[in-house]
């Protein structure tokens, strides 16, 4: 009877405070939670350099008409009121991310609705052959098998189509893998190496703490790690209100414990993201 009532008390009382408190909770619950989870370690070497992160100038690429053809191919399509996806200029910022950085592998950890999952394939597309040859691969890893004709978040939440189906309609299925499995496990077993990773999935303090350097492990030399939900200084973004303090307090932690990171927080794009706002919560993860 106790844990009911705990349990009940839990979902009651954040109802009855101010948005401020319940966040205050929150960060107390998630420091809590942090300060109990296993010291991690890793080496940064590979990861780009915060001076060579020039985030600003990859968002001013002239890349506009490829962008129009690209919002073009995503219009008949309908991820549903409450899908969750990143959102339109957090679609196009990431687009441009990797269009500038010509990566030829991505890892994305939280498929979802494969929203991002698309978005970041058209620019591997768009980059076309290098030097290498090597053809272009995404590797979209989720807890959830998002395909799930009747479980998949996709059917729950009323798009249109399943995430394969997605990738199916714009043209990017040779490109992208799904797999189904728990983040960690795939970050600390995956003999795979990617020039970009982007970390979308599990956005507790914990999660973030403990996917950071086992993905930053999987990195080729000068590659980048992509956050979102990365709210500096645990300040609101939007005027909702809202924060979600896991991937900051997840790198408060790892700067904390001496590892050479720094983070690169979108800020302000170029064009409008939500809440009649053009600020991301987009963050680049480099080298300090």
């Not at 890892?107 to 999952?117: C, I, K, M, Q, W």
């Not at 970041?120 to 995404?138: E, I």
């Amino acid at each position: 009877m106790s844990t009911l009532i705990a349990n009940l008390a839990n979902r009651i009382i954040p109802r009855l405070l101010p948005k401020s408190a319940v966040l205050s909770r929150q960060i107390r619950n998630d420091r809590r939670e942090l300060a109990a989870t296993a010291r991690q370690s890793g080496d940064p070497q590979a990861l780009l350099s915060a001076q060579d992160a020039h985030v600003d100038e990859w968002l001013h690429a002239d890349l506009a008409a490829d962008w129009a053809k690209v919002a073009q191919l995503l219009d008949p399509i309908r991820f549903g009121s409450r899908s969750g996806a990143v959102n339109p200029g957090d679609q196009r910022a990431l687009y441009y991310i990797a269009r500038a950085l010509r990566p030829r592998s991505i890892l994305e950890v939280g498929t979802h609705v494969a929203a991002s999952t698309g978005i970041l394939a058209l620019g591997l597309r768009h980059n076309g052959a290098q030097p290498s040859g090597a053809p272009p691969r995404l590797v979209t890893v989720d807890i959830m098998d998002v395909n799930d004709p009747i479980r998949g978040a996709w059917k729950r939440i009323g798009c249109d189509q399943s995430p394969s189906q997605f990738v199916h309609a714009i043209h990017v299925e040779d490109i992208v893998t799904f797999v189904t499995r728990p983040a960690t496990d795939y970050l600390r077993n995956s003999r795979e190496k990617f020039d970009l990773i982007f970390l979308d999935g599990d956005h507790s303090a914990t999660g973030v703490y403990q996917e950071i350097p086992a993905a930053i492990a999987l990195l080729n030399p000068g590659g980048l790690i992509l956050l979102h939900d990365y709210f500096p200084g645990l300040q609101p973004l939007w005027a909702d209100g809202a924060v979600v303090p896991g991937p900051q307090l997840a790198v408060e932690r790892l700067c904390s414990e001496k590892l050479p990171v720094t983070v690169k927080p979108l800020g302000a794009l170029p064009w409008p993201t939500k809440q009649g706002s053009n600020v991301s919560s987009l963050a680049v993860l480099c080298r300090a």
